[in-house]
């Protein structure tokens, strides 16, 4: 095992997360070892965390002695995500029942559709409301850090779709939040939203735009899919402590 400067990791890393989703001035720390690498990392959508938040990526022959010896500085941080298909290999102090599964997905490729609808929408006092009835356990809040832009639809004055966009420290854009109003779903209202955010998030300096999904959520990875995304990594999150 070696620790290295996350900015090493950055530059060195053939893991398309660690390019994409790892900004150096919020991990303070990683180690590698072969094709496995754990970083500490501190998105800004979390917030300030309690505790360490560890990723743990590369292969499971190769993550499970790197996680064993990076368990003995951190024997329980506060949040770990890890390769779905290493989460056996967790170190017992890390593992959770209730792990969450999840893609994360990229794409380059422009949409073809025009999305006049959409707009801005950042600034309307009825997006906590929208969240709350169709998202309620959305990380992205109108008060999230790192938040580009809140796009979304208006029909009578009434918002029934939106969605965020966060803009990394390499220009990814990373799509987040999206909902859609429970009473008008099935209207092709989500990926109106998702076209749009995926249209803007592509305007950035890398040329990429990114997201997380429920590995459960068929019908929105049907849509990404659709969009031009595909799975790159699929992790298991959890809260530890």
């Excluded at 959508?45 to 993550?63: H, K, N, S």
């Excluded at 006049?116 to 008060?143: C, I, M, T």
């Excluded at 909902?179 to 076209?195: A, C």
């Excluded at 950035?204 to 429920?214: K, W």
Aim: aromatic share 6%; with cysteine.
């Amino acid at each position: 095992m070696q620790e290295i400067s996350v900015e090493q990791l950055v530059t060195t890393s053939q893991h398309r997360f660690v390019r994409h989703q790892v900004d150096p001035a919020l991990a303070p720390r990683a180690w590698v070892a072969g094709a496995a690498a754990v970083v500490e990392n501190h998105p800004r959508w979390t917030g300030p965390a309690p505790g360490p938040q560890l990723v743990c990526l590369g292969p499971a022959e190769a993550l499970e002695p790197l996680m064993a010896r990076v368990a003995a500085l951190h024997p329980r941080p506060w949040r770990i995500t890890v390769e779905a298909a290493a989460y056996d290999a967790l170190p017992a102090g890390w593992a959770h029942d209730a792990a969450t599964r999840w893609d994360w997905m990229l794409t380059h490729e422009q949409p073809a559709e025009p999305t006049p609808q959409v707009g801005e929408v950042g600034g309307r006092d009825d997006l906590v409301a929208l969240l709350d009835a169709g998202n309620p356990g959305s990380f992205a809040r109108p008060d999230s850090p790192g938040v580009e832009a809140w796009l979304g639809v208006v029909e009578d004055d009434r918002l029934v779709a939106a969605g965020a966009l966060n803009r990394q420290h390499d220009g990814t854009g990373q799509l987040r939040g999206i909902t859609v109003l429970p009473s008008e779903e099935r209207r092709g209202l989500g990926r109106l939203v998702s076209t749009a955010l995926t249209r803007r998030a592509l305007a950035g300096a890398s040329g990429t735009a990114s997201l997380g999904v429920y590995t459960d959520n068929a019908p929105a990875i049907h849509l990404y899919e659709r969009l031009g995304y595909r799975t790159v990594h699929t992790f298991r999150s959890a809260v530890l402590s």
